[in-house]
């Protein structure tokens, strides 16, 4: 799968869906599929968030498998500027008609017993603080 250069080819793992004008997307039964936040996400230094579905009674359907998000995580304090959540998105049983700027997910904050020493990101140049909706540097661009 990889040619051997370290950067693997992304349409050996993943295949992209080209948008059709149309604003919606439709979620097949137990696919994967990577999307990204409208809005981006601020995390208070004294706070951490995790991603909970909108409405429980939404059926099966489900946008945060990887949904924590540590203090700092897109805030200023910590070098960011705002930070869209990517969202790891599957529909079990049936299909799902997302539309574009639908609500799928919200953040409910924590308070932290005691500030961190470090904040998410901070000092390492993080690629995550200002992230959209990009590859992980395994993969080369297609």
């Known amino acids: 799968m990889s040619t051997g250069g370290g950067a693997l080819d992304v349409l050996d793992y993943w295949e992209p869906i080209l948008g059709r004008g149309q604003g919606e997307?439709?979620?097949?039964?137990?696919?994967?599929?990577?999307?990204?936040?409208?809005?981006?996400?601020?995390?208070?230094?004294?706070?951490?968030?995790?991603?909970?579905?909108?409405?429980?009674?939404?059926g099966?359907?489900?946008?945060?498998?990887?949904?924590?998000?540590?203090?700092?995580?897109?805030?200023?304090?910590?070098?960011?500027?705002?930070?869209?959540?990517?969202?790891?998105?599957?529909s079990h049983e049936v299909p799902f008609i997302l539309e574009h700027g639908q609500i799928v997910g919200r953040l409910v904050y924590e308070a932290m017993q005691a500030r961190p020493t470090t904040l998410y990101g901070q000092g390492i140049g993080s690629n995550y603080q200002a992230q959209g909706l990009k590859l992980s540097k395994h993969f080369r661009a297609p």
């Open 25 to 58: 997307l439709i979620l097949d039964p137990d696919e994967f599929y990577i999307l990204v936040s409208r809005e981006a996400v601020r995390v208070p230094p004294d706070f951490a968030a995790e991603m909970t579905p909108f409405d429980p009674l939404v």
């Open 60 to 90: 099966e359907f489900r946008v945060h498998y990887a949904g924590f998000f540590d203090p700092g995580f897109g805030h200023s304090a910590s070098g960011g500027k705002g930070a869209r959540a990517v969202l790891e998105v599957r």
